[in-house]
Every structure is written in structure tokens, then in C-alpha cells.
């Protein structure tokens, strides 16, 4: 399925960066160019990433200020 349209990531995408090691949408923004056009799947990847990665809530508050510096769309919502 896709998470991601602008950008063609699906959720396989997604979950293979959390398994290769990607612990916030940041990370996955990083490895798979998702969230970074018009941020309409922020909250989806938001969402597979507290479902699958093994992080605690405390790093998805620096999740937020590492996704406004580098960019992701739709970071501040
Ligand atoms: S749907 Fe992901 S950036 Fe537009």
C-alpha cells in the first residue's frame, strides 16, 4: 500500500528503513524521500513508526525539531 504518493514509498518501504534502523519519521524521511513534498503522509508514517519501532515516546518529541530541520513537509502540524 502507499503511504507515500508523491513520493512512491509504500509501507514496505517504510517498515524496511525501521528495520535497517530508522527510529523516527526523520529518519524514514531521510532513507526513503518520503513526507518531503506535500506532507499529507506525515501522520502515516508517523503512525507505522510508533507501531513498529522499538523507541520510546520521549525521542518522538526530537523526532518533531529533526523533522523542522530537515524539512518535512507538513513537520509542524
Ligand atoms: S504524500 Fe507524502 S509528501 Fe505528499
Do not use: F, K
Given at each position: 500500500?502507499?503511504v507515500?504518493?508523491c513520493n512512491?514509498?509504500?509501507?514496505r518501504?517504510?517498515l ?7 527510529r ?6 531521510r ?5 518531503r513534498?506535500?506532507g499529507?503522509c506525515?501522520?502515516s508514517?508517523r ?5 513498529h519501532c522499538?523507541?520510546g515516546?520521549e525521542?518522538?518529541t526530537e523526532?518533531h525539531?529533526?523533522e ?8 509542524a502540524r
Amino acid at each position: 500500500m502507499y503511504v507515500c504518493h508523491c513520493n512512491v514509498v509504500t509501507d514496505r518501504d517504510v517498515l524496511e528503513s525501521i528495520a535497517n534502523g530508522a527510529r523516527c519519521v526523520a529518519d524514514v524521511a531521510r532513507e526513503t524521500g518520503a513526507g518531503r513534498t506535500c506532507g499529507n503522509c506525515i501522520s502515516s508514517l508517523r503512525e507505522l513508526v510508533c507501531q513498529h519501532c522499538p523507541v520510546g515516546a520521549e525521542r518522538r518529541t526530537e523526532e518533531h525539531a529533526a523533522e523542522r530541520e530537515l524539512g518535512v513537509a507538513g513537520a509542524a502540524r
